[in-house]
């Protein structure tokens, strides 16, 4: 069974961290998220990226973050996951980590998490991609400066890497996430790594029934073959 726990950043309860949209923001709760998607689409008709690029750039960053806020009830849902994605892409064609570090890695997060939890005929390709994209941005969750920030986004790659069957990376991520959460006191957040990691336990155990984390089958195992080959930095 595919955990559906997504740990949240610092300042946002979607799927990723803060969003770079302006004082009453749809992803604050402030207004209806239709009533902001629309306004995003609006901007997106009057500026291009050659000609207003970081306006251009934070409206497709925002409408892909106000997509993911909303609830996934329907198989039509998907499609506006899909389209999240690629605003979320275009996005970080314009915020790149060396300019626009926080825009980059807000970005990031919410593209990673997009690929992990989005339903796919590709989950497996997605949740390398994931796994990749969360690393990158763990670079500037340092430990000493963001604690939360990167207890959650090791969590979430943790998740992922579970879901990929390589449970040695993922227990590491894993071990290291809640040892941060229980430093910072976030008893919730303990709670749910310790049941993703006894969840890990019981895969590991002879005689088990098999994994239970939606492992990628197929074509799709050779991407966990090469994952495990070259190794995910602890």
Same mark, same amino acid.
């Given at each position: 069974?595919?955990?559906?726990?997504?740990?949240?950043? =610092?300042?946002?309860?979607?799927?990723?961290?803060?969003? &770079?949209?302006? !004082?009453?923001?749809?992803?604050?709760?402030?207004? %209806?998220?239709?009533?902001?998607?629309?306004?995003?689409?609006?901007?997106?008709?009057?500026?291009?990226?050659?000609?207003?690029?970081?306006?251009?750039?934070?409206?497709?960053?925002?409408?892909?973050?106000?997509?993911? &806020?909303?609830?996934?009830?329907?198989?039509?849902?998907?499609?506006?996951?899909?389209? !999240?994605?690629?605003?979320?892409?275009?996005?970080?064609?314009?915020?790149?980590?060396?300019?626009? %570090?926080?825009?980059?890695?807000?970005?990031?997060?919410?593209?990673?998490?997009?690929?992990?939890? &989005? =339903?796919?005929?590709?989950?497996?390709?997605?949740?390398?991609?994931?796994?990749?994209?969360?690393?990158?941005?763990? /670079?500037?969750?340092?430990?000493?400066?963001?604690?939360?920030?990167?207890?959650?986004?090791?969590?979430?790659?943790?998740?992922?890497?579970?879901?990929?069957?390589?449970?040695?990376?993922?227990?590491?991520?894993?071990?290291?996430?809640?040892?941060?959460?229980?430093?910072?006191?976030?008893?919730?957040?303990?709670?749910?790594?310790?049941?993703?990691?006894?969840?890990?336990?019981?895969?590991?155990?002879?005689?088990?029934?098999? =994994?239970?984390?939606?492992? %990628?089958?197929?074509?799709?195992? /050779?991407?966990?073959?090469?994952?495990?080959?070259?190794?995910?930095?602890?």
């Amino acid at each position: 069974m595919r955990s559906s726990r997504c740990w949240r950043t =610092p300042t946002s309860r979607s799927l990723g961290p803060s969003c &770079t949209c302006s !004082a009453g923001c749809a992803c604050t709760g402030r207004r %209806p998220l239709t009533d902001a998607v629309d306004e995003y689409y609006s901007a997106l008709q009057l500026v291009g990226q050659a000609s207003a690029p970081h306006v251009w750039a934070s409206a497709n960053l925002n409408l892909g973050t106000a997509y993911l &806020t909303m609830p996934m009830v329907e198989a039509s849902d998907q499609l506006r996951a899909g389209i !999240a994605m690629q605003a979320l892409r275009a996005s970080l064609e314009v915020f790149t980590q060396e300019d626009f %570090p926080q825009e980059w890695a807000s970005a990031q997060m919410n593209l990673a998490n997009a690929l992990v939890y &989005t =339903p796919s005929t590709h989950q497996g390709d997605n949740i390398v991609e994931a796994v990749e994209r969360y690393e990158e941005v763990l /670079e500037l969750r340092q430990r000493q400066g963001d604690p939360l920030g990167r207890a959650r986004i090791l969590a979430n790659q943790g998740n992922a890497l579970a879901h990929l069957g390589v449970f040695d990376h993922a227990k590491s991520k894993l071990h290291e996430a809640r040892f941060l959460f229980e430093e910072q006191g976030d008893v919730d957040a303990v709670m749910a790594v310790r049941g993703v990691l006894d969840e890990i336990a019981r895969q590991v155990v002879p005689g088990s029934q098999g =994994p239970k984390f939606g492992v %990628p089958q197929g074509e799709e195992v /050779e991407l966990v073959r090469e994952l495990r080959e070259q190794g995910v930095e602890s």
